[in-house]
């Protein structure tokens, strides 16, 4: 059964930075895809990076690109998210989602089937 669990989320003023991580377990095929996203209160879920396990390719949302680094550490089946110059608008929860597919950008909270529990992150101006 997978599972994910993340960790790492707080309070930071606006400038600072936050590293969030989602340990990982029983992940059993090569192709997955580990993502980040976050949700803001009363608006829609929204995607923020995800990496491919095998190869350590990434990709982010446009948002947030520059400022958020995606990183692996496989013997530790940990997925980081660092996130510098955070700005009032990063609020949010954020999750960790596991998906599959060799190639194909998975930015869709769909293209996900499991999920962690979250993280809150809060920037303050």
């Known amino acids: 059964q997978v599972q994910l669990a993340e960790s790492g989320g707080g309070l930071v003023q606006a400038g600072g930075s936050l590293r969030l991580s989602c340990a990982a377990s029983?992940?059993?095929?090569?192709?997955?895809?580990i993502g980040w996203f976050r949700q803001a209160l009363g608006k829609e879920r929204e995607f923020v990076a995800h990496?491919?396990?095998?190869?350590?390719?990434?990709y982010y949302a446009d948002s947030v690109k520059g400022r958020f680094t995606i990183s692996r550490d496989n013997a530790k089946n940990t997925v980081y998210l660092e996130m510098n110059s955070l700005k009032p608008e990063d609020t949010a929860v954020y999750y960790c989602?596991?998906?599959?597919?060799?190639?194909?950008?998975?930015?869709?909270?769909?293209?996900?089937?499991?999920w962690g529990q979250g993280t809150q992150v809060t920037v303050s101006s």
């Open positions: 029983g992940l059993t095929f090569s192709t997955h895809v």
């Open positions: 989602a596991v998906g599959w597919s060799p190639y194909r950008i998975l930015d869709r909270p769909r293209d996900y089937a499991y």
């Open positions: 990496i491919r396990w095998t190869s350590g390719i990434t």
